[in-house]
């Protein structure tokens, strides 16, 4: 049995409608949910995961996604690591396989990722800033990095949409992580766009980490007249 012969067998189509319902963009989908794709990658992983992935057929978005997570799992130096997902970044065309396959890095993965995603941040294409964006949300809110990381979403400016989710996505986790630092850049001269501001304000705000009080205090920063896009 193929690997695609396989993944039909495990096909839902209720849960292949639903979820292509959610994923604009996305190639065709088969309907495996992702605990499945998962167990798959794991297998793939444990064996000749390179010849797998030189040969790995992309038409459907079972498939991409499977690309994503077995780089995640395989165990290869950094540097190996990075030249498989330099190749599978610049296929990814939805948020699901872009944020699926972000994954938690090892220690020593740490540093190369992190040199290797900021050049992503400048990006024209908006799927490589995303995965720049929830690399970083994933892996890099730390004492460390947090200065830097502020700076970086706020330089951010491609248009799209579902960078713009992200990067509102990863300064509310920010803000959840380090509410002084976080407040005190939203509260100064943020450089964020209108939109994006008051999209991570009302992401804040839906944290069930963040008190009431502090609620109250980042609905009073939204920018009024923001322009919204859809």
């Not at 830097?148 to 951010?156: I, N």
Request: net charge positive; with cysteine.
């Amino acid at each position: 049995m193929t690997l695609r012969e396989q993944l039909f067998e495990l096909a839902d189509p209720r849960y292949r409608d639903f979820n292509a319902s959610l994923t604009p963009g996305a190639p065709p989908m088969i309907g495996v949910r992702l605990p499945q794709l998962r167990a798959i990658a794991r297998e793939i992983a444990r064996g000749d995961w390179r010849a797998w992935f030189d040969e790995a057929p992309g038409d459907y978005f079972e498939e991409r996604m499977l690309q994503g997570l077995v780089i995640g799992y395989a165990k290869c130096p950094p540097e190996e690591k990075l030249r498989y997902t330099a190749r599978f970044v610049s296929t990814i065309d939805n948020w699901a396989v872009c944020d699926c396959c972000c994954w938690r890095l090892r220690p020593a993965e740490r540093e190369p990722m992190w040199r290797f995603i900021l050049p992503y941040f400048d990006s024209a294409a908006e799927y490589e800033v995303r995965f720049a964006v929830v690399m970083a949300l994933s892996n890099f809110i730390d004492a460390e990095h947090i200065g830097r990381l502020l700076e970086l979403f706020g330089r951010v400016r491609h248009p799209g949409y579902y960078v713009r989710m992200g990067v509102a996505w990863a300064v509310s986790v920010c803000y959840v992580k380090f509410p002084d630092l976080t407040g005190e850049w939203l509260r100064g001269a943020c450089p964020l766009d209108d939109w994006t501001f008051n999209k991570a304000l009302q992401k804040i705000v839906e944290s069930l980490r963040v008190s009431d009080a502090d609620k109250a205090a980042v609905r009073a920063m939204k920018r009024r007249h923001a322009v919204r896009i859809k």
